[in-house]
């Protein structure tokens, strides 16, 4: 009998009635015969609920008691669950982070799963329940409450598949599955049938449906992952390794990113070390940097621009004016409003004239590259935000994905 | 060192300011020097909402699940708490029921504790800690949440002392402590210094603030319990089991209770098993049948007439009428507006007289007496239900109450 693991996400469980829905959906996939094991976001907004009951208590609220806080959201969910599933007449069992014996490092609201003990599952699921696991949340060596952070959920199920040698495991969200770009950018989207774990890390990096973390766990662990819709029935996305993703050798999807910020240094000194000058700091306060681009050197100055998120723009600029002296720096410059857009690819880099197209497409559509990086099998140019869909919408048609 | 257990009731931490002056009590008493031992109910009404949305899944929740989800309202405030008490710079640690080591039977939704594992507590107390434990729930030998029913939190509390060896148990609420009678009814009821276990549990009986069922725990066990006001600082009543109280040889107070229905059935054949006959079946479909009276027989023939909580009363007349026939009775009469006034004290039944002064001031004030019974430190009488505030304060009066 094969085990399939199933994720379900806030929105389909946000209330009496979408759980009863998700109760059907797992009976429905246990009368085919399989084992289920099922996690489950917490409700909605309920989360965010707890998180500002905490700041009405303290300004402060400490790391390990948020975590025994927001714990309660999923357990809620999952409790609930199988009372629907019951009433199914599905024999099912709800287990805590810590019944289904998931362990985690001790660091509290960003916990990493170090080991799963699946003694408690595998006895329920050999009693012919299904079982139900609380998302997000573990327990730590001390027997102390932990939680994932963000994307905890998908890791979770991710992870249980992975423990559990299921054949599959199943993201179920409000959207069908992940498109050859944002449906809402580009009308004329196509639903993908499958992708690379590659490929929709790159994707989920800009802001696909599923967390980057849960993607690395299930291509280390080989887990083919279905994201597919809780609401409609209609074939999801199969997100796996198979070989034939090798050769491909055709774009994806096209992404984009909004939460782009820009700083430049203009005039820096070019002499050894002095990126590390620059970056080092920011890196101590956990500013990521993105795309890096240093200009040719002229009179052994060189401009040095780089980007961040929107929302460490204004700790970015604290920290960089700072040392932009020591580094000889004429001026800091930056800009909130740019945004990035990729295509992505496996086997792009081996085949050439994807970023001669890419350039073509955007220079045809009138966009003004500013910065341009890539990687294997993805090419990211940094645009003005207001042009970003326009941009999006003219590679879709460029590489001609509406015809997927 | 002195530890000291506090409870702190669903109203006591009903929002996020409540939950910051429960914090600070808590700070001044650990400053004075004891360890610290907390229990909370949930915030407010949350227990009643988590019961609605069990209800809006599904018409009969699973009672395992059930408690799984009630759980978390207990989770919730604990946590709170401890943010708030780390936030006034006491290190604490909440606590869940299974990390504070309460294991109870498997009874879901009304388990009893059986025996509780100190060790966890004890190991964060060594710490310097104020341990917060989530109050009402446990854990059950096969490693699953349960909850203790009504009076769960007070039960925690009282069992967590005995476990812990507590020099007392205190309880804060919504009243500054126990009354001579209920002061909405009687206004110049007297707040009681002390009371013992025995007094307590009767008048606990007819709605004083704790539940009977914490209260024989402490009994048992010797916990002495303090009840007092957790908004106004104000000394409470302490309930004990000094010897001193055996000779108090008074009045403790007076108590009333509305939720009572009356159930005569008339002309039954007096032979041997008649009562077995009637309350059996009552018994088997949970209904409590308290006070029963059998007339005088006259020709083989007696009226037999019992009180049931009036939520029973409809219950109660099923079963009845279905046995009436075998029983021979003549006819079935019931009603619905009864209430019990009694007077309390250690000692009565060794000094006569309590019962005629009794009769006496009821009869004065008018007050017709319907029924009677006596315990050792109790005398009931059944009155009807509009005069039963006339008659709690005429006997608040007669037994000079209010110069306690």
Chains 1, 2 share one sequence.
Do not use: W
């Amino acid at each position: 009998m094969s085990l399939i693991v199933q994720k379900y996400g806030g929105t389909s469980v946000g209330d009496a009635e979408r759980i009863r829905n998700v109760a059907r959906r797992v009976a429905s996939t246990k009368e085919q015969g399989h084992e289920v094991v099922v996690t489950v976001s917490a409700m909605g907004k309920a989360t965010d609920e707890l998180v500002d009951l905490a700041r009405s208590v303290t300004a402060q609220p400490d790391p390990r008691e948020m975590d025994v806080l927001l714990s309660t959201g999923e357990l809620v969910s999952s409790a609930l669950l199988s009372m629907a599933l019951r009433d199914l007449g599905v024999l099912s069992v709800s287990l805590t982070g810590q019944q289904a014996g998931i362990r985690t490092d001790a660091t509290h609201g960003k916990a990493r799963i170090s080991q799963i003990d699946t003694g408690r599952m595998q006895q329920e699921l050999d009693d012919g329940k299904v079982v139900i696991v609380a998302g997000f949340q573990g327990i730590t060596d001390e027997m102390n409450v932990s939680t994932l952070g963000r994307g905890g959920s998908d890791t979770t199920a991710v992870a249980l598949a992975a423990a559990l040698e299921a054949e599959r495991c199943e993201v179920y969200t409000d959207v069908e599955g992940i498109y050859t770009a944002d449906p809402r950018v580009v009308p004329d989207a196509v639903k993908l049938a499958e992708i690379s774990y590659e490929e929709m890390l790159e994707l989920a990096s800009y802001g696909a449906k599923m967390h980057p973390r849960s993607i690395e766990l299930a291509a280390v662990y080989g887990v083919p992952v279905l994201v597919a819709s809780s609401l409609v029935d209609a074939p999801g996305t199969l997100i796996h390794g198979g070989a034939e993703m090798e050769v491909r050798n055709k774009v994806a999807g096209v992404a984009y990113d909004t939460n782009v910020a820009k700083v430049t240094l203009l005039g820096v000194a070019d002499r050894p070390g002095i990126a590390a000058t620059i970056f080092e700091p920011l890196a101590e306060v956990g500013i990521s940097v993105d795309t890096i681009v240093q200009n040719a050197s002229v009179d052994r100055l060189t401009d040095l621009t780089f980007t961040v998120a929107r929302s460490d723009l204004t700790r970015a600029l604290g920290v960089v004016r700072d040392i932009a002296k020591d580094a000889g720096a004429r001026e800091v410059a930056s800009s909130d409003n740019m945004a990035k857009v990729s295509i992505v690819g496996t086997g792009m880099q081996n085949a050439p004239g994807y970023a001669s197209r890419m350039f073509r497409a955007l220079f045809d559509a009138g966009i003004n590259i500013e910065m341009i990086t890539t990687s294997e099998i993805r090419i990211t140019c940094l645009v003005s935000e207001d042009q970003v869909k326009d941009a999006t919408r003219a590679l879709h048609r460029a590489f001609e994905l509406e015809t997927e």
